[in-house]
């Protein structure tokens, strides 16, 4: 059964420095998303993706953050100066046609 | 803002049990509701969808309801198992922007 992949599974950077989260979904689907888990606290939308633009990004997703679908498979988020408090879980999901979203398992984020 | 609230927080309940897990959000205006199960440390896993115009959704020992007037959905499980025993998160769909209540965590004793 297909599913939607994430590397590294881990990340350990230092604060201020860049790293990029990938993502490579489900192949055919359309809709693309990146959300983030601190641990112990909700799932946090971050941004929409489709047709090769944002289609919605949350508050947290400002500045520091981009994404990108560099090539027809993969889907990147990019920290570009990484704080203390973007440690987290960051989950990619995709989506047949922007109804049921299928997640991967996750990068963790450590920021030191 | 849309608020999504999960009742109860923890639910423990012998093998066997039929239950029912609550899912609240204020704003009415939404596309979908899906519902997922996370195990400690990994992704969601999708459970089932439910499209704004519908009320529910089966598969297998599960039922999602969906009342969209008055801001609910129920997720109930017939016949709990130990397998069952995770954190089932709701989600919302405030047409392309996505909020998650914290979970209800599920614990199934044999």
């Known amino acids: 059964e297909p599913e939607v992949t994430q590397t590294p599974s881990h990340q350990v950077t230092q604060m201020g420095q860049e790293v990029i989260l990938r993502c490579v979904p489900i192949?055919?689907?359309?809709?693309f998303y990146w959300y983030r888990q601190i641990l112990g606290q909700k799932v946090e939308f971050l941004v929409s993706?489709?047709?090769?633009?944002?289609?919605?990004k949350s508050e947290i997703f400002d500045d520091q953050f981009s994404v990108e679908r560099p090539d027809g498979s993969n889907f990147t988020l990019k920290i570009r100066s990484t704080k203390l408090e973007d440690s987290a879980m960051y989950f990619c999901?995709?989506?047949?046609?922007?109804?049921?979203?299928?997640f991967g398992p996750g990068t963790r984020l450590t920021v030191l | 803002k849309q608020e999504v609230t999960q009742i109860p927080a923890a639910l423990s309940v012998p093998e066997g049990e039929n239950l029912v897990l609550n899912c609240s959000f204020t704003?009415?205006?939404?596309?979908?509701l899906q519902w997922f199960r996370q195990d400690p440390g990994k992704g969601l896993t999708s459970l089932l969808l439910?499209?704004?115009?519908?009320r529910e959704q089966t598969s297998g020992r599960l039922n999602a309801s969906l009342d969209k007037s008055s801001g609910r959905s129920t997720l109930y499980i017939a016949a709990s198992q130990p397998g069952d025993s995770a954190t089932y998160l709701c989600?919302?769909?405030?047409?392309?922007?996505?909020?998650f209540g914290s979970g209800t965590k599920l614990n199934v004793k044999p």
């Open positions: 999901a995709s989506s047949p046609q922007g109804n049921e979203q299928f």
């Open positions: 704003d009415s205006a939404i596309y979908n």
């Open positions: 192949s055919n689907h359309l809709y």
């Open positions: 439910i499209q704004s115009s519908q």
């Open positions: 993706f489709y047709n090769n633009e944002i289609s919605e």
């Open positions: 989600a919302v769909d405030n047409f392309n922007k996505f909020y």
